[in-house]
């Protein structure tokens, strides 16, 4: 069965992500929501930014939409999870139904619904792929998959723990 949900981080928290405050991206495509995919803008003063089709770049998942992030802090900051690691797994839903034998060991791009949610693409499947299928539920309509970490903007950053 194929499915929609937003994406969502469901196995790797501990070793593989970690909570931040961005400033959100301004412009009117930016607002993020549950599931979307972002990443810091150096050129503009880090701001977090919602990933554009086939991103070449990706710095995390958001968990929260941009608007109710902007009153969780005094400053307007939004948090979002990072992702940072080759443990992190993400359900993504799909148009496709997924068939374990067929799609798990293989890499597919992602693709925006028009209702917002990311979905795996399983027609991207060269240069556009960004995610390697590492299981799936059949009867749910769910790829699993990690994050291609030459993608990945902060697959190198670690995190000091007290």
């Known amino acids: 069965m194929s499915s929609l949900f937003p994406a969502y981080v469901c196995q790797g928290y501990e070793a593989g992500t970690h909570n931040a405050q961005f400033v959100p991206g301004q412009a009117t495509n930016e607002p993020c929501i549950p599931g979307d995919f972002w990443y810091a803008d150096t050129s503009d003063n880090g ?6 089709t086939n ?3 990706i710095g995390g998942i958001s968990e929260i939409s941009t608007e109710a992030g902007r009153v969780l802090t005094p400053d307007g900051l ?3 999870r990072i992702l940072t690691g080759a ?7 799909s148009t496709t139904t997924p068939v374990r034998a067929t799609h798990v060991g293989n890499s597919y791009g ?3 619904a028009t ?5 795996l693409d399983v027609s991207k499947t060269t240069t ?3 995610f390697k299928v ?3 539920d059949e009867a749910n309509g769910i790829f699993y998959a990690v994050v291609h970490q030459n993608v990945l903007q902060f697959a190198d950053l670690t995190v000091a723990t007290a």
Request: charged share 20%; aromatic share 6%; proline share 6%.
């Open 47 to 52: 701001e977090a930014k919602r990933c554009g």
């Open 55 to 57: 991103p070449t770049l």
């Open 78 to 80: 939004v948090p979002l």
């Open 87 to 93: 443990s992190v797994r993400i359900a993504f839903s």
């Open 110 to 112: 992602i693709t925006r």
């Open 115 to 119: 209702g917002g949610q990311w979905q």
């Open 128 to 130: 556009a792929s960004r």
């Open 134 to 136: 590492v299981d799936v």
